[in-house]
C-alpha cells in the first residue's frame, strides 16, 4: 500500500469554524490531490498540487483552500465550515503525471454541525 | 470533461454466481479507465487499470475488465464471487488534464 496518511481521521466542528486536514504522503509523489465523497456523487475532486506551491482548482473547490509547502503534506483548509461540507475526504497521490494511476489514503470524515 | 455513467446503483449476487459492473464513459479522446473498490470505512484500492493494448484487463482478486470503446464501456467482471467482495465499486476515467472522474458507485451484496 502506499504510504499515504490523512488526520485527522474523524472530526466534529461547528459552523463557521475553520478547519484543517493534512494529507502525508512517505512516496515522494509529485502530484497531490482532495476529493470529497458523498452519497450518489462518487468522489469530487476539490483541489490538486502538482508540485511544491503548485496548485489548481477541481472541479468543486469553492469554500476550500489547499497548500503545498512540502513535497509530502498537501493541507486541506476549509475557512468557514458549512453543513454542505460534512462528507468524507480523501487524499491521492499519483506519479508521474497527473493521469496515472492515484493512489488513495484512509480519508477524513468530517461533520459539521 | 469526461464523465462515468454506473448505472446500476446497488447490485445483490449470491456466492459462487458471476458479477458483471456495467461503466460507461464519455471522453473525446482515448480515456485512462479504472476500476477501484472501496469496503466499508476505507478508502478505494484500485483493481484494474486501462491504458492502451489488450481491451482485456486483468486486475487483482481475479476481477477483470474488457474496455469497448464502440460501445463507450469498461465493465467489470468476476466468474465467482466471494463473500469477501461485497464493497463498493467505482469506475473512474482521466484524460491528460488532471482531472479524473469517478461513478457514483455501485454497492454489491453478496447473499450466502
Known amino acids: 500500500d502506499a504510504g499515504i496518511t490523512q488526520s485527522p481521521r474523524h472530526k466534529v466542528t461547528e459552523t463557521g469554524t475553520p478547519v484543517t486536514l493534512r494529507c502525508h504522503q512517505t512516496?515522494?509523489?509529485?502530484?497531490m490531490y482532495w476529493y470529497r465523497q458523498d452519497p450518489g456523487h462518487g468522489l469530487r475532486l476539490i483541489h490538486y498540487?502538482?508540485?511544491?506551491?503548485?496548485?489548481d482548482k477541481g472541479e468543486v473547490s469553492d469554500g476550500y483552500s489547499v497548500s503545498r509547502s512540502k513535497t509530502e503534506d498537501f493541507l486541506l483548509t476549509l475557512e468557514s465550515a458549512t453543513s454542505s461540507q460534512t462528507s468524507v475526504y480523501f487524499c491521492?497521490?499519483?506519479?508521474?503525471?497527473?493521469?496515472?494511476?492515484?493512489?488513495f489514503g484512509p480519508g477524513t470524515r468530517l461533520l459539521v454541525l | 470533461a469526461q464523465s462515468v455513467t454506473q448505472p446500476d446503483i446497488h447490485i445483490t449476487v449470491s456466492e459462487g454466481a458471476s458479477l458483471e459492473l456495467r461503466c460507461n464513459y464519455s471522453?473525446?479522446?482515448?480515456?485512462?479507465l479504472f476500476w477501484y473498490v472501496q469496503s466499508p470505512g476505507q478508502g478505494l484500492q484500485l483493481l484494474l487499470k486501462?491504458?492502451?493494448?489488450?481491451?482485456l484487463v486483468q486486475g487483482i482478486k481475479g476481477f477483470e475488465a474488457e474496455f469497448k470503446r464502440s460501445q463507450s464501456s469498461f465493465n467489470l467482471r468476476k466468474p465467482s464471487v466471494h463473500w469477501s467482495d461485497a464493497a463498493e465499486y467505482f469506475c473512474a476515467v482521466g484524460g491528460q488534464n488532471n482531472d479524473m472522474r469517478f461513478g457514483a458507485g455501485t454497492r454489491l451484496t453478496v447473499k450466502p
Open positions: 512516496e515522494n509523489h509529485r502530484y
Open positions: 491521492a497521490i499519483s506519479e508521474p503525471a497527473g493521469t496515472e494511476t492515484q493512489y
Open positions: 471522453y473525446g479522446a482515448t480515456p485512462y
Open positions: 498540487s502538482y508540485g511544491v506551491k503548485d496548485t
Open positions: 486501462y491504458f492502451s493494448g489488450d481491451t
